[in-house]
Nanobody
Framework: QVQLVESGGGLVQPGGSLRLSCTASGTIFSIDVMGWYRQAPGKKREFVATIATGNSTNYADSVKGRFTISRDGAKNTVYLRMNNLKPEDTAVYFC????????????WGQGTQVTVSS
């Protein structure tokens, strides 16, 4: 049974920073890609950033230059450093991982709330 557990969300003022963490646990053979998505109230879930084997990264245009994704392979953990946060970044942030146990599949975490407000 694979679990993804996120942490680090909260309330922050505009211009502030937060760091999200997500750790995958269970019987995992390999992790090919980990990433973050977000869903604001009344909107569809959208891509934020991913990091793949070899540390290649991709970012949504809306977060480029403000967010940084990184990964600790030894801990099966992915991080999202968010700087210069804006009210439009308010959303539930979900961790996603493409990994192999007995099969290769994608898994989701339960989400962590990020609220940017003064």
């Amino acid at each position: 049974q694979v679990q993804l557990v996120e942490s680090g969300g909260g309330l922050v003022q505009p211009g502030g920073s937060l760091r999200l963490s997500c750790t995958a646990s269970g019987t995992i053979f390999s992790i090919d890609v980990m990433g973050w998505y977000r869903q604001a109230p009344g909107k569809k879930r959208e891509f934020v950033a991913t990091i793949a084997t070899g540390n290649s990264t991709n970012y949504a245009d809306s977060v480029k230059g403000r967010f940084t994704i990184s990964r600790d392979g030894a801990k099966n953990t992915v991080y999202l450093r968010m700087n210069n946060l804006k009210p439009e970044d308010t959303a539930v942030y979900f961790c996603n991982a493409g990994l192999t146990t007995t099969l290769t599949n994608y898994y989701w975490g339960q989400g962590t709330q990020v609220t940017v407000s003064s």
